[in-house]
């Protein structure tokens, strides 16, 4: 599995991932529950008022009826049932009065039904003629001294077509609750995945070195406000211990220069003291008595001189990468093409690898940039030394042009880096347990990398086809 070495990579983005999907989904779930109860509970309060009103109603006409039957006797009552005066005159009201020894008094219904006297009115199916269908209704029967009956009824508004029309209300209630709930769920899934991906760009960016970068902090006194906060003041801690370690290493390395210089000069000065020596005693020609000894000596200088001058080009590096990193360069960018580039340093190269036994080949495609060609030729150069040094005997330069930018890089056929030492080759002074036995200071690929951030790419460390280690410069495009 390839693994990509510097930050600049980023996952895919989407409004709504399945995290997201699921949150959505919880906030719709919740939504439309609490809809229903909300509906559930309405439905029942509302029943129960109309099942009062209506059980009043009944109530007030039979007490109506008592009225009349307890200010008149029977004749009153029959006669106020058959004029249907005050409430009884209501057309949804059905009344009867029978008895022994009289023939019934019907209202509004074809006959008498057999009710049972209650307290409280109740619900029964009744008929208001023969072919009539059966009806539900809120009847009431009271016994009369007499020993007669007087049942009053309430139909139409029955309970179960108040159940059927409510219903439909609730369906269309449910609908648009729906809508609503799954509109309202989807934008604060879209506006959480907005704000959580602008967090992660943050990161991102820190993680790319751009410690400059700062969210904008609101005052609203939410989580997200208070992790800006937070990201800010983490990046300015940041910012200042790498300015801080940057400054004390380029001041360690500006420092050291000087001394280096003085001891190369010194070393020089004494090998022309040596070489005076030696042609005044005749050494040079092997008669002399200290020749031995000025051979040993002028050999143990020339391999001082050897490593001042290493140690010298590492702090030059050093020195250049504090520089790089810190933006404190002249802006040299013009607008060249890496191909180009790439042909010159390989055939500068060629010699170098020939002697060593590498085939250097080149598999360039035109890459226009806009880039410092000192900068990157020095990058270029810096992978090809590592692909001499460590690679095996084939080394490709490649460039090419793609949808995200143009890509310089250098592949081998060699052992490569493992994945998890490939984030740690590209810091200052790192040199792998393989490499402590050839020349260098571990500032190659740091130097590379920093070349490469200073132009706005990344570097990236992956394995070549086939095995090996694949250099990658990716750059914008011109």
Do not use: W
Not at 299 to 322: F, K, N, V, Y
Not at 450 to 465: N, Q, S, T
């Amino acid at each position: 599995m390839p693994e990509t070495l510097t930050p600049g990579a980023s996952v895919q983005r989407r409004p709504l991932s399945p995290t997201m999907l699921r949150l959505v989904a919880s906030v719709f779930v919740l939504q439309l529950l609490s809809s229903v109860v909300a509906i559930f509970f309405l439905r029942t309060e509302m029943l129960g008022v109309v099942r009062t009103d209506r059980e009043e109603q009944v109530i007030d006409v039979r007490d109506d009826l008592l009225a009349a039957y307890y200010d008149g006797g029977r004749a009153v009552l029959a006669d106020y049932i058959r004029q249907q005066r005050g409430s009884a005159a209501d057309p949804g009201i059905f009344i009867t009065l029978s008895g022994p020894g009289h023939k019934p008094v019907i209202s509004n219904v074809g006959y008498v039904p057999e009710i049972i006297p209650q307290v409280r009115p109740h619900s029964v199916l009744i008929r208001t003629g023969a072919d009539a269908p059966d009806v539900e209704a809120l009847v009431l029967a009271s016994s009369l001294p007499d020993g007669g009956k007087l049942i009053v009824g309430l139909m139409g508004a029955s309970e179960k077509r108040f159940n059927l029309a409510f219903a439909t209300a609730i369906g269309l209630t449910i609908t648009v609750a729906v809508t609503l709930s799954l509109i309202s769920a989807v934008a604060l899934g879209v506006a959480l995945s907005r704000r959580t991906h602008e967090i992660a760009s943050a990161a991102e960016e820190l993680a790319a070195g751009n410690f400059g970068m700062r969210l904008d902090e609101g005052h609203s006194g939410d989580g997200f406000d208070h992790l800006r906060l937070q990201m800010n003041r983490m990046a300015e801690r940041i910012a200042a211990l790498v300015a801080e370690l940057g400054a004390v290493s380029g001041a360690l390395a500006h420092d050291l220069r000087s001394p280096v210089t003085r001891l190369s000069a010194a070393i020089d000065t004494a090998l022309v003291r040596m070489e005076q020596a030696r042609a005044s005693t005749g050494s040079g020609t092997g008669t002399g008595a200290a020749g031995p000894e000025i051979a040993e000596a002028t050999e143990a200088l020339l391999a001082a001189r050897a490593d001042a001058d290493g140690l010298r080009a590492m702090l030059e590096t050093a020195l250049e990468i504090s520089r790089l990193q810190g933006g404190a360069v002249q802006d040299r960018r013009v607008a060249l093409d890496l191909a180009e580039v790439a042909a010159d340093m390989v055939e500068l190269y060629e010699p170098l690898a020939e002697q060593s036994g590498v085939a250097l080949t080149l598999a360039l495609s035109p890459a226009p940039v806009r880039a410092d060609r000192e900068l990157i030729s020095r990058a270029l150069a810096n992978c090809i030394d590592n692909a001499l040094k460590y690679g095996g005997d084939t080394i490709t330069v490649r460039t090419a042009d793609t949808e995200d930018g143009v890509v310089l890089e250098v592949l081998d056929n060699g052992p490569g880096i493992a994945p998890e030492d490939r984030a740690r080759v590209v810091e200052r002074f790192v040199r792998l347990d393989n490499a402590r036995t050839r020349p260098g200071g571990g500032l190659g690929l740091a130097m590379v990398d920093a070349v490469a951030r200073l132009h706005g790419g990344r570097l990236v460390l992956d394995e070549a086809p086939g095995g090996g280690l694949a250099v990658a410069l990716h750059l914008p495009k011109r």
